[in-house]
T-cell receptor, first 113, second 111 residues
Framework: KAGVTQTPRYLIKTRGQQVTLSCSPISGHRSVSWYQQTPGQGLQFLFE???????NKGNFPGRFSGRQFSNSRSEMNVSTLELGDSALYLC???FGGGATEAFFGQGTRLTVV | GQNIDQPTEMTATEGAIVQINCTYQTSGFNGLFWYQQHAGEAPTFLSYNVLDGLEEKGRFSSFLSRSKGYSYLLLKELQMKDSASYLC????????????FGAGTRLFVKA
């Protein structure tokens, strides 16, 4: 079966702009989590969606938001981009969320200039 | 990273055994994960421990001690392809489940 698909793979934006990233989970998976990965910081949890509801949120400012559609596809949006937002953004899908194996997408590499 | 401590880097020789340790904050603990991430690739699941003890899966084993807030990943018969980052992550359930990752341990396997 197809894996987790993230688009776009690479993105360059200017400070102050906004960006939308997309994640299509594995078919049948209802949980999608988003992470930010930067060198030395590891994966920082952004939020998790399950059946179109945000179930959990990490410690990121309100500029970071997300949503999930009825087909479980998810998007995350970052408004008013800052240089520090440059990172690899990963999404992970799992069947039920919680303590289950998560499958990661290849990520979107965002560069803010 | 977020109350999970693991060594930044380790080096080992092909064919040897290496143990990567991880300590974590125990509040709200709901399981311990290990993931492998090769450079430029997505993390892939290795193991999940929720009870104390050793779980063996081929060349990889993972150990958990909940009372000590301690886990380790044991890699046997190291191969060059095992050079990667190994991410320790704890499940946290405080009214909503989330997975908190450590910064990862970069393992270099040399010939």
């Amino acid at each position: 079966k197809a894996g987790v698909t993230q688009t776009p793979r690479y993105l360059i934006k200017t400070r102050g702009q906004q960006v939308t990233l997309s994640c299509s989970p594995i078919s049948g998976h209802r949980s999608v989590s988003w992470y930010q990965q930067t060198p030395g910081q590891g994966l920082q949890f952004l939020f998790e969606y399950f059946s179109e509801t945000q179930r959990n949120k990490g410690n990121f400012p309100g500029r970071f938001s997300g949503r999930q559609f009825s087909n479980s596809r998810s998007e995350m949006n970052v408004s008013t981009l800052e240089l520090g937002d440059s990172a690899l953004y990963l999404c992970a899908s799992s069947f039920g969320g919680g303590a289950t194996e998560a499958f990661f997408g290849q990520g979107t590499r965002l560069t803010v200039v | 990273g977020q109350n999970i401590d693991q060594p930044t880097e380790m080096t080992a020789t092909e064919g040897a055994i290496v143990q990567i340790n991880c300590t974590y904050q125990t509040s709200g603990f709901n399981g311990l994960f290990w993931y492998q991430q090769h450079a430029g690739e997505a993390p892939t699941f290795l193991s999940y421990n929720v009870l104390d003890g050793l779980e063996e899966k081929g060349r990889f084993s993972s150990f958990l001690s909940r009372s000590k807030g301690y886990s380790y990943l044991l890699l046997k018969e190291l191969q060059m392809k095992d050079s990667a980052s190994y991410l320790c992550a704890r499940g946290v359930d405080t009214g909503g489940f989330k997975t908190i990752f450590g910064a990862g341990t970069r393992l270099f396997v040399k010939a």
